[in-house]
């Protein structure tokens, strides 16, 4: 597209009213800013009438973003972000990404690839020249201080049958643990540091039949608002167990925010039944565990941290997105025993101070900032 003057591009046009694109030249002035979101306030949409958006700020063009919902046409105001083709972060230089950016009202899915996708990137890294600093860095919200959490268990979780009985020892034991203490150099921008202190909300079942593909983020937020009776504890973390799995997608789980319909903050994250998937199995030696509910506790001990320490958007993550979990990924050391005793393999996660000092351990990339 030919980058045209925006002076000249923000000749607001009436709307296509019935079209699939907003007209050409339709302009939509963001008026307020969303936490955890790439566009700002004074930013400005700007349809080329085709189904994309060009992106302005401070009267420069920034880059160009699908708008398959035809939000440049809305008059009514609404969280804005931007995503990649399936829903998930796109976060640093937007005018320097490579692939096909979207333009959503869905707060973006942050998500735990798979084992062989973080193998290949890490071998990538080990060959990149580093040009930017390691560590993480805290992005204008706040943390989660003292976190709840609830466990959702969506279909038939008959089989493996341990799985339900797991999990709740798992998010009991961990409250107090040194998985838990790992986060408790992290603040946030106005409510203080990450401390240790964990409530288990217990679990509940939906016995009605969960979708078959995996979940948006619009659809976690409904199914954990429906739960919560759209009065979801703020400092909650709603976890969504699926009996169905994620289908054909490269990774094991997600966290993500929204709001319920009443206008409630919530957060959310999907876990869906990743039994015999490969690349989501931690290899844990546990014998008294099934290998579905080992590979769950392993990624939800990953979404539980990165929740913790970026619960809507703009907390502590590094300059490639990676949040605490991303920097340590398939990154074990010893097996680790919670408050409550139980045992399990979970990944490491990630301390800037150890990484400073030159005390923790390797991850993928060689970079001694993992603990557990």
Known sequence: MKRISLLIAILACVGAGGTSAAERNLTHFVGADTEGSQIARGDVLVADGEGKVALYRANRFVTM????????????GGPLYVTDAEGNA????????????YLSHE????????REFIEARAAERSLAKATSSVDMTLHGGNVLTSNKTMAIFW??????GDIISGIDSFFGGWGGSGMAKDSTEYHGTTNGNVTATSTYLGHTIDSSTPPKRALSTSGAVSEACKIAGNNPDPNAVYFIYTSTGAGHVNYCAWHSWGTCSNGAPIQVAYMPNITGIAGCDPGSDVTSQSEGL??????????????????????????SN???????????????SLSNGSKWKLQM????????????????????????
Do not use: M
Not at 355 to 370: E, K, M, V
């Open 322 to 336: 990676g949040e605490n979990g991303d920097k340590c990924a398939w990154s074990f050391h010893n097996d680790v």
């Open 155 to 160: 279909g038939a979780w008959g089989s493996p």
């Open 107 to 114: 707060a973006p899915q942050i998500v735990y690839y798979r």
């Open 349 to 372: 996660e990630w301390s800037n101070n150890a990484y400073d000092a030159g005390t923790g351990y390797p991850n993928r990339s060689g970079q001694n900032g993992c603990l557990q």
């Open 65 to 76: 973003l699908h708008d398959p919902d035809d939000i440049a046409s809305e008059r009514s």
């Open 294 to 319: 080992a590979a769950l506790a392993n990624v939800t001990s990953h979404e539980l941290s990165e929740a913790i320490t970026d619960p809507r958007g703009a907390g502590w993550f590094d300059s």
């Open 90 to 101: 796109v976060r640093g230089d937007l005018s320097a990404q490579t692939g096909d950016l």
